[in-house]
Structure formats: structure tokens, C-alpha cells
């Protein structure tokens, strides 16, 4: 059976470690041909944004664009919580290529899914 890994950002440049620690979990399991959807949540919703995931910078961690790049590359998914995004001003048009705007529904139907393990950060 396929296993999905669903990684939840919660924090963005409010809390940068523990923003880094999600999408290195996310992009490390990518790239080890793990199916992943990343969520992002609360402060990370900005990272969907071009150009946002590249202004963030922690001493010691992978850039994010390149995390990013390795879930999206690796055929996984990157959803921005819709009212988060509400929010913060920002739509479906606004987002990077590949990433969606998406609720709560969604995320539940995904980590009720069969063989899924949920992480939040």
C-alpha cells in the first residue's frame, strides 16, 4: 500500500525553526520518493507566495525554495489554507505554479485517508 506523509506548516518567519523543520520534513520525504502534501497554515501561508519562501533565512537550514522544489518535483502537493489565505489578502491567482488554495475538508478527507501519517508543526 502507498504511503502519504501530510506535513502541516503552522508557522512561518513568527517562529523560523519551527517553519524550517516542517518543510525540511516535507522535502526530505519527497525526495525520498515518499508521496507528500504539505499544508500551509497560519504565518507559513505567505511561503505560497512568489518570491516569499526565498526571503526566509535560518542559519543551518536547506533554503525553502528548494524544499518547496522537492515536494512539488516529486509529484506532491503544496496547499495554502483558504481562510488563512483570506486572511492575509491573497487568492488562488496570487499563489506560486502548483500550489492551491484549499479548506478544511480537504485537509480532513486527506488525513483520514488510508495509509497517511499527519505531522503538524
Do not use: N
Given at each position: 500500500?502507498?504511503?502519504?506523509?501530510?506535513?502541516?506548516?503552522?508557522?512561518?518567519?513568527?517562529?523560523?525553526?519551527?517553519c524550517a523543520q516542517a518543510f525540511t520534513v516535507a522535502g526530505t520525504?519527497?525526495?525520498?520518493?515518499?508521496?507528500?502534501?504539505?499544508?500551509?497554515?497560519?504565518?507559513?501561508?505567505?511561503?505560497?507566495?512568489?518570491?516569499?519562501?526565498?526571503?526566509?533565512?535560518?542559519?543551518?537550514?536547506?533554503?525553502?525554495?528548494?524544499?518547496?522544489?522537492?515536494?512539488?518535483?516529486?509529484?506532491?502537493?503544496?496547499?495554502?489554507?483558504?481562510?488563512?489565505?483570506?486572511?492575509?489578502g491573497f487568492g488562488p491567482d496570487d499563489v506560486l505554479p502548483g500550489?492551491?488554495?484549499?479548506?478544511?475538508?480537504?485537509f480532513v478527507e486527506e488525513i483520514m485517508a488510508d495509509g497517511v501519517?499527519?505531522?503538524?508543526?
Amino acid at each position: 500500500m502507498a504511503r502519504t506523509l501530510v506535513v502541516k506548516a503552522t508557522a512561518g518567519s513568527d517562529e523560523p525553526e519551527r517553519c524550517a523543520q516542517a518543510f525540511t520534513v516535507a522535502g526530505t520525504a519527497a525526495a525520498a520518493g515518499v508521496e507528500v502534501s504539505l499544508w500551509l497554515t497560519g504565518e507559513s501561508a505567505w511561503l505560497g507566495l512568489p518570491g516569499r519562501a526565498a526571503e526566509f533565512d535560518l542559519p543551518h537550514s536547506a533554503p525553502l525554495p528548494d524544499l518547496l522544489d522537492a515536494v512539488l518535483a516529486g509529484g506532491g502537493r503544496v496547499t495554502v489554507c483558504t481562510q488563512c489565505a483570506a486572511r492575509r489578502g491573497f487568492g488562488p491567482d496570487d499563489v506560486l505554479p502548483g500550489v492551491r488554495i484549499a479548506g478544511a475538508a480537504v485537509f480532513v478527507e486527506e488525513i483520514m485517508a488510508d495509509g497517511v501519517q499527519a505531522l503538524v508543526y
